[in-house]
Each structure stands twice: as C-alpha cells, then as structure tokens.
C-alpha cells in the first residue's frame, strides 16, 4: 500500500505535478514506500524550490525540511 503511494507520487512529479517533490521527499526521509534516503529526499526538495510555481506554504515546508538535514553546531 505504501509502495503504490510512493510511486503515485512519482508519476505525479514527473508530469508536472511539482507539489509532489515535498511528499516523495517525506517518503524517502521516513523509508514510506521505499528505502530510506536523506540524500534523496534532498535531491527532491531541491526539485521543489527549481518548479516553475510552488505555494508559499509549500516552499516554507520545503525550507523546513531542507532545515532537518543540515549538519547542526555542537
């Protein structure tokens, strides 16, 4: 069940639906569907920020979670 939501968003992100960029990172952050991968879930909030529209509460997601995988000062 998880898998076929992975690839739903998927196939959304890759006709256009650029929203979807946030849910395929979320999946690969938590291993929903697929392996876990921070670097991939990087990769598609990248993806994310370059579309050609993005919500505002979508891009400050987007920054928030691009947040969590930044190395932190000790």
Request: net charge neutral.
């Amino acid at each position: 069940q998880h898998r076929a939501m992975f690839q739903w968003f998927r196939r959304a992100a890759v006709i256009g639906e650029d929203d979807c960029y946030l849910d395929l990172a979320k999946c690969y952050r938590d291993g929903v569907g697929v392996a876990e991968s921070h670097e991939r879930a990087v990769r598609c909030l990248r993806q994310a920020l370059r579309a050609d529209f993005i919500y505002d509460e979508t891009a400050e997601k987007v920054h928030a979670m691009l947040n969590e995988f930044r190395p932190r000062a000790v």
